[in-house]
């Protein structure tokens, strides 16, 4: 993933909470645009006790510590709420669709 990538989606108004997925197969949330950090190669994300993928539910409210991730460690982003995340694709190739028969 790129920095300016992930800054855009960052900036984008209203905020729409979004989960990184990482190439180690971690998860972490970004609830707040002010809870994350980007630089060229990596983003700071303040994370609450509560605030890990396998644990479901409100965000802490205050931040326990910052774990950081290599940029390009990041295979994926979804938003929170189930809904895409607006701002640029990813690039690459899309995948395929199958085509489904009709019935």
Do not use: C
Not at 9 to 21: A, G, I, K, S
Not at 88 to 98: H, M, Q, V
Request: no cysteine; aromatic share 4%.
């Amino acid at each position: 993933m790129r920095a300016d990538d992930l800054r855009e989606l960052l900036n984008q108004r209203p905020f729409e909470p979004v989960r990184l997925h990482i190439s180690s197969g971690q998860a972490v949330d970004i609830w707040h645009p002010e809870l994350a950090i980007v630089s060229r190669s990596l983003v700071m994300v303040g994370v609450g006790r509560g605030d890990r993928a396998d644990e479901p539910g409100e965000p802490d409210r205050v931040v326990h510590h910052f774990a950081h991730y290599n940029l390009l460690h990041i295979v994926k982003i979804e938003p929170i709420n189930g809904q895409r995340p607006k701002g640029p694709r990813p690039k690459g190739p899309r995948p395929k669709r199958r085509k489904t028969k009709p019935k």
